[in-house]
């Protein structure tokens, strides 16, 4: 494919993204595979090209873009000259996606914390951090097999280049290591996995988290819980991956409550790895901008402080709940951590106790440009 022809690819597939973030449709990812599927005549290294001017775009722009067009102009003026199977010849008048980083709404939502000194580290190219799985090996054995740097903080972290392939590696495949930045490791740290005999992690997902603290407590009984079929289905050949025991179970929506009834007050810690708007996450998932809105905003506000309540019960006298949101939203942090409180007297916040971050409210805050890991908002409460 000529640069140009490269170019009009990325259009297409930017005009699906933008559609696709509006309706929240497949991931950008996913259409760019989905694409090159009917397209055989593209090489792996028109594939690359193609991709990498797709996320170029994406990165480029905090506001959704008009069209796949306007997203990709200001990157690549020069391919825009009506030549053979590249895009028309640009006007101009025509549109162009300005550059951004934090879309207008919500940057009075962030925060105050991520000055804007910050905010190019938020949508940076994110390196690949992986956790040894100590129950099986050393980190410094994975630090020789994978010629990695340790990560600054996680005892379990090293630190490879962004875009580094990890899945293909036999470690990987032994299920020595996870993929899992090291924000993640450290919401697993601040549940202090080693002292508690039973965990709940409510919000299980793929079971990222519930992996790291089964690898740090391989004696503790783990219970990971979900609504989503389809995530907590994941969690299984992880874990028999890292030859971890791990009971999930799949929670009805509404009653979760019924289907956690046998656990009341028996947790010593319960872990709520909330749903959120994944603001901390954009150096990943830079297009989690355009898929955001106030009405999805309120949704996921409201899904939070009821999963808290449904934590709070089944955490025992003195046991911990941990809240974490990879978000940078105050609403979704700080002042959820601050409404649980107020409505839950029974409960007191303490410290992680991991020295990272930095104080917010009662919670700490962990940020791409201060910590170099993804966004969080974690907090710790104690059951009196
Ligand atoms: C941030 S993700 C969890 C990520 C996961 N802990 C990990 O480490 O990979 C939030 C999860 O909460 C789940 N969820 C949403 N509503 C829920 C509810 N009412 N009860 C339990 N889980 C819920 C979602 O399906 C989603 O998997």
Same mark, same amino acid.
């Given at each position: 494919?000529?640069?140009?022809?490269?170019?009009?690819?990325?259009?297409?597939?930017?005009?699906?993204?933008?559609?696709?973030?509006?309706?929240?449709?497949?991931?950008?990812?996913?259409?760019?595979?989905?694409?090159?599927?009917?397209?055989?005549?593209?090489?792996?290294?028109?594939?690359?090209?193609?991709?990498?001017?797709?996320?170029?775009?994406?990165?480029? =722009?905090?506001?959704?873009?008009? &069209?796949?067009?306007? @997203?990709?102009?200001? /990157?690549?003026?020069? %391919?825009?000259? $009506? *030549? +053979?199977?590249?895009?028309?010849?640009?006007?101009?008048?025509?549109?162009?996606?300005?550059?951004?980083?934090?879309?207008?709404?919500?940057?009075?939502?962030?925060?105050?914390?991520?000055?804007?000194?910050?905010?190019?580290?938020?949508?940076?190219?994110?390196?690949?951090?992986?956790?040894?799985?100590?129950?099986?090996?050393?980190?410094?054995?994975?630090?020789?097999?994978?010629?990695?740097?340790?990560?600054?903080?996680?005892?379990?972290?090293?630190?490879?280049?962004?875009?580094?392939?990890?899945?293909?590696?036999?470690?990987?495949?032994?299920?020595?290591?996870?993929?899992?930045?090291?924000? =993640?490791?450290?919401?697993?740290? &601040?549940?202090?996995? @080693?002292?508690?005999? /039973?965990?709940?992690? %409510?919000?299980? $997902? *793929? +079971?990222?988290?519930?992996?790291?603290?089964?690898?740090?407590?391989?004696?503790?009984?783990?219970?990971?819980?979900?609504?989503?079929?389809?995530?907590?289905?994941?969690?299984?050949?992880?874990?028999?991956?890292?030859?971890?025991?791990?009971?999930?179970?799949?929670?009805?929506?509404?009653?979760?409550?019924?289907?956690?009834?046998?656990?009341?007050?028996?947790?010593?810690?319960?872990?709520?790895?909330?749903?959120?708007?994944?603001?901390?996450?954009?150096?990943?998932?830079?297009?989690?901008?355009?898929?955001?809105?106030?009405?999805?905003?309120?949704?996921?506000?409201?899904?939070?402080?009821?999963?808290?309540?449904?934590?709070?019960?089944?955490?025992?006298?003195?046991?911990? /709940?941990?809240?974490?949101?990879?978000?940078?939203?105050?609403?979704?942090?700080?002042?959820?951590?601050?409404?649980?409180?107020?409505?839950?007297?029974?409960?007191?916040?303490?410290?992680?106790?991991?020295?990272?971050?930095?104080?917010?409210?009662?919670?700490?805050?962990?940020?791409?440009?201060?910590?170099?890991?993804?966004?969080?908002?974690?907090?710790?409460?104690?059951?009196?």
């Amino acid at each position: 494919m000529t640069p140009s022809a490269r170019a009009q690819a990325a259009i297409e597939i930017l005009d699906q993204v933008i559609a696709s973030a509006r309706e929240d449709g497949p991931p950008a990812d996913a259409l760019v595979s989905a694409y090159f599927k009917t397209r055989r005549y593209a090489g792996s290294k028109d594939r690359r090209a193609v991709r990498e001017l797709v996320f170029r775009a994406v990165r480029h =722009s905090a506001e959704v873009p008009v &069209s796949g067009r306007a @997203a990709l102009l200001p /990157l690549a003026p020069e %391919l825009f000259d $009506g *030549a +053979g199977h590249g895009p028309a010849a640009a006007t101009d008048e025509e549109p162009r996606a300005e550059e951004g980083v934090v879309p207008q709404w919500l940057q009075p939502l962030l925060s105050p914390l991520v000055e804007g000194g910050e905010w190019a580290a938020l949508v940076e190219r994110a390196p690949v951090d992986l956790r040894a799985n100590l129950s099986r090996t050393s980190r410094d054995e994975m630090a020789a097999h994978f010629a990695a740097a340790p990560t600054p903080v996680s005892p379990w972290g090293l630190r490879l280049p962004p875009d580094s392939a990890v899945s293909a590696d036999e470690a990987f495949a032994d299920g020595l290591v996870e993929v899992q930045d090291e924000g =993640s490791q450290l919401i697993a740290l &601040s549940c202090d996995p @080693a002292e508690q005999s /039973l965990m709940v992690d %409510l919000c299980a $997902g *793929a +079971g990222g988290k519930a992996l790291a603290l089964a690898a740090a407590n391989p004696a503790a009984r783990i219970v990971a819980c979900d609504t989503s079929r389809a995530r907590l289905s994941k969690l299984a050949p992880r874990a028999e991956r890292a030859g971890a025991t791990i009971e999930s179970r799949l929670l009805d929506q509404p009653r979760e409550d019924e289907g956690l009834a046998d656990l009341n007050g028996l947790a010593d810690l319960v872990l709520v790895d909330a749903p959120c708007s994944g603001s901390g996450t954009w150096r990943r998932n830079p297009e989690g901008r355009w898929r955001l809105t106030p009405e999805r905003l309120d949704r996921l506000e409201a899904l939070q402080e009821r999963v808290l309540d449904l934590a709070a019960p089944l955490v025992r006298p003195g046991g911990t /709940l941990v809240y974490a949101v990879c978000s940078l939203l105050t609403r979704e942090g700080r002042a959820q951590a601050d409404a649980f409180l107020s409505r839950h007297s029974g409960f007191r916040a303490e410290d992680i106790p991991v020295n990272v971050g930095r104080s917010d409210g009662v919670g700490r805050l962990l940020t791409p440009g201060h910590d170099g890991t993804d966004g969080f908002f974690i907090a710790r409460f104690r059951a009196t």
